[in-house]
Nanobody
Framework: QAQLVESGGGLVQAGGSLRLSCVASGRTFSTYRMGWFRQAPGKERWFVAAITSRGGNTYYADSVKGRFTISRDNANNTVYLQMNSLKAEDTAIYYC??????????????????WGQGTQVTVSS
């Protein structure tokens, strides 16, 4: 079972940038599809971005395309989310997720197996 720990959240002004990191335990990280989700107060958890096990393919929610970039470093069991041109509506708790069935392509929370505890991102307008 993988354990995921996010970091890098914080308070930033609109238009600014943040980079989130997620470190995974275990030796099977390179076989997992990895993703980022976010959840605003009173709302459901929504897909943000995902990356395939070897990093060959990435995909994004329409709301973050062109602003956010997901990447991974399999040698260090880490996945990143670079967030640029942040907007107030990006404010949420951001969760890292791992799909142990790395061949899947679903973007619902149920399509991912393991979850981190989340990191708060607040964008002031």
């Amino acid at each position: 079972q993988a354990q995921l720990v996010e970091s890098g959240g914080g308070l930033v002004q609109a238009g600014g940038s943040l980079r989130l990191s997620c470190v995974a335990s275990g030796r099977t990280f390179s076989t997992y599809r990895m993703g980022w989700f976010r959840q605003a107060p009173g709302k459901e958890r929504w897909f943000v971005a995902a990356i395939t096990s070897r990093g060959g393919n990435t995909y994004y929610a329409d709301s973050v395309k062109g602003r956010f970039t997901i990447s991974r470093d399999n040698a260090n069991n880490t996945v990143y989310l670079q967030m640029n041109s942040l907007k107030a509506e990006d404010t949420a708790i951001y969760y890292c997720a791992a799909d142990r069935l790395g061949w899947r392509t679903g973007t619902l929370p149920r399509d991912f197996t393991y979850w981190g505890q989340g990191t708060q991102v607040t964008v002031s307008s």
